[in-house]
């Protein structure tokens, strides 16, 4: 085996490959950017090299700079990880030129899968079913306009080079159809270097399900049953899940020979995926090949009991595959989601900033938790802003899933705005536990998902109250018994007054809306008044955890987590409340204000500018196009009126909260 293996990558994926060889007892070797000095795979590895600047085209994709790295430390392998130069052709080759081992397929494997019109061209030699549709070399404006309308609309446009949604747009007519060809090449060029796209026919309401290839130096090739990965927005999967609950045996049966034939047809070495759509009527098609480990792996690992990166680290040593196809065996359901620094409610914006806390379920036989930061690491604006992947498993769907609420709801973020909400109430959702999701649901429902001003019920309220009264008595007692008596009335946080009981204010934030608790009692027996509610507490109490309590002789027990500047419940119906603190006694409301200027939401570089100053625009109009995180981001006129001013072109980079567009403000009435 290696003993030393240098991994070109960052984040989850690099720390997930290090606990492997780590086990094996394989010395790592990690590089890092400027921006990732402090993180957790530098800090992880046996020894870590810089390579270059923050942004990828400065330092991970600088396959030049990481081969000289692994020439100077050593290494004998570089396992690639997934993204950046996990599917570069020339960067495998180099490798083996170099006398370095490339912990992934041939580079001519690569080639071939790497484009996916080559890719479909191969696959229809081959006989693997493949959508109606045009991946030809022509490339002209003409000539994909009339492949367009010879495939029939609606369709999908992708980019010839690319994988995770980038360069991919669904149009519905030929009336969207240049519009909609030129985004998708824009964003293609910027994600992949390369403009080409392929046409395929769009099925309606698909289905995403995707199988796990293996292939040895010794002409095997297997298959590791399938993953589910139809929840999806833009593209993107958000769920994954193995077994599938739509394939019946035969079905399975048929698409893993088919994904065993697409592997053997490029004499594939390693891991690598097989991707096809699914008709509402069990046909399915072949969609793409990614050829290297996928994000959502964990699944297969935990219902075969496997590790994936061993096998990878073995195939490439030269060893052949442990097991045969026959061999293959699953037990029980697991499900995967990512958990990112982004805002669901404000379009999914990708964050960043430092992680105050973050809170996860403690890791065990039913949980697993694949990271790359911990509580006080930065998420950067450079990368992808993902968390952490949350992975359970149990014996069935249905428990399954109920492990995957179970999780979600002990976990808090704070720092920047992360998705947890909206993964809870994707796991609760009749659509995700019916099994009847498809790829479009999310984009058609989104608004089913998203939490966005949803008002507490009065228990939850209360609740929130209660835990905050708790965590105060218990701060200003520890604090009390330090001091010089301990046992005085003047020491205790119940509001006592020489002649009555007093009262409390519990002042409480969400979604902007101030919530004020009047409280009188103390040591878990209180009095609440909000409004024209009242409650009667008896005997709460409070383990960190749970909240219990008896609210007007009903008894309680709600998931809360209280500290001194927030309060999170969760009520009846599974719905987080993430209250914060405020001040008792004084109340700021936040200005109104931005209806005159647009800003940029976060730093990223123009791609488009499709207004000029002097226009007259509507409200909601698309005004400039910036790209962020590999993302394009629209930015629309908050209001009808005359644009005064743009202060940004195409190609500039600008900061965050920098003012772009600037209107002619409205006379007062």
């Known amino acids: 085996m290696f003993e030393r293996v240098l991994i070109a990558n960052r984040g989850e994926i690099a720390c997930r490959v290090i606990r492997t060889c780590r086990r094996l007892g394989i010395r790592t070797i990690a590089v890092y950017s400027e921006a990732d000095a402090n993180a957790q795979h530098v800090r992880l590895a046996d020894e870590a090299w810089p390579i270059g600047g923050p942004r990828p085209t400065d330092s991970y994709l600088r396959g030049d700079v990481i081969l000289e790295v692994a020439r100077k430390s050593g290494a004998q392998a570089i396992h690639p990880g997934y993204g950046f ?5 020339a960067f495998a080759r180099a490798c083996t030129d170099a006398g370095i081992a490339f912990i992934g397929p041939r580079p001519e494997s690569i080639d071939a899968m790497g484009s996916k019109a080559a890719a479909k061209a ?12 045009y991946h030809g070399a022509d490339q002209s404006a003409d000539v994909l306009a009339e492949q367009a309308r010879h495939t029939g609309f609606p369709l999908m446009i992708k980019a010839a080079s690319g994988g995770g949604g980038k360069g991919m747009r669904i149009v519905r007519s030929e009336a969207e159809f240049v519009d909609a060809l030129a ?3 824009r964003e293609a060029a910027s994600a992949f270097g390369d403009t080409r796209v392929i046409l395929e026919r769009y099925v309606d309401h698909p289905r995403h399900i995707e199988f796990q290839v293996f292939g040895d130096t010794h002409g095997n090739v297997i298959h590791l049953n399938e993953r589910e990965c139809s929840a999806q927005r833009r593209y993107q999967k958000v769920l994954e899940e193995t077994p599938s609950p739509f394939l019946d045996d035969a079905r399975r049966t048929a698409m893993g020979t088919a994904a065993v034939a697409a592997a053997r047809a490029v004499n594939y070495v390693g891991a690598g995926t097989v991707e096809f759509i699914v008709g509402q009527g069990g046909e399915f098609f072949f969609m793409e090949m990614n050829t290297r480990l996928q994000v959502e792996h964990p699944v297969t690992e935990e219902t075969l009991g496997l590790d994936l990166v061993e096998w990878q680290l073995r195939v490439a040593f030269g060893e052949a595959l442990p097991l045969s196809q026959d061999q293959v065996r699953a037990h029980g359901h697991a499900i995967e989601v990512r958990l990112y620094a982004e805002d669901p409610d404000q379009n999914f914006l990708p964050g960043s900033g430092k992680l105050q806390k973050l809170r996860l379920p403690a890791p065990s036989r039913h949980v697993r938790l694949d990271g790359g930061v911990i509580e006080g690491d930065t998420v950067t604006i450079f990368y992808d802003p993902m968390i952490a992947k949350l992975i359970v498993w149990d014996e069935n769907r249905p ?56 008002a507490p019920d009065q228990r939850a309220l209360f609740a929130a109250a209660v835990a905050a009264l708790l965590h105060d008595e218990c701060v200003v007692m520890t604090n009390a018994r330090y001091g010089s008596d301990p046992y005085s009335p003047w020491s205790r946080a119940d509001a006592w007054r020489v002649g009555h009981a007093g009262k409390r204010i519990v002042a409480l934030s969400l979604h902007g809306h101030r919530y004020e608790i009047e409280a009188h009692g103390h040591d ?12 009667d507490v008896r005997g709460a109490r409070h383990d960190g955890e749970y909240l219990s309590a008896r609210l007007d002789d009903e008894a309680l027990r709600m998931p809360v987590r209280a500290d001194g500047a927030r309060v999170t419940v969760h009520d009846a119906a599974g719905n987080r409340h993430s209250f914060e603190r405020a001040p008792a006694f004084a109340w700021q409301t936040k ?18 500018v499709k207004a000029a100053p002097g226009d007259s625009v509507v409200e909601g109009q698309e005004l400039l196009v910036m790209e962020a995180m590999k993302m394009e981001l629209a930015l629309k006129a908050p209001r009808a009126g005359t644009i005064e001013s743009i202060s940004a072109a195409q190609g500039d980079f600008v900061e965050a909260d920098a003012v772009l567009v600037r209107f002619i403000a409205e006379p007062h009435s």
Request: aromatic fraction near 4%.
């Open 591 to 608: 200005e109104a204000g931005g209806g005159n200027q647009i800003a940029a939401p976060m730093p990223g570089r123009i791609v488009l």
């Open 524 to 535: 878990g027996d209180y009095q609440l008044h909000h409004g024209e509610a009242n409650a």
């Open 122 to 133: 191969l696959m229809e030699q081959h006989d693997v079913p493949l959508v109606p549709g």
């Open 183 to 185: 985004s998708a090449q």
């Open 399 to 454: 428990q399954a899933l109920q492990r995957l609420r179970d999780a979600l709801m002990q976990g808090e973020i704070v720092g920047p705005k992360s998705n947890i909400t909206f993964l809870e109430r994707l796991a609760r959702h009749p659509a995700v536990v019916e099994a009847r999701i498809d790829t479009g649901y999310l984009d058609r429902h989104l608004d089913e998902f998203l939490a966005g001003d949803t």
């Open 85 to 89: 130069l996990s599917e570069n052709t």
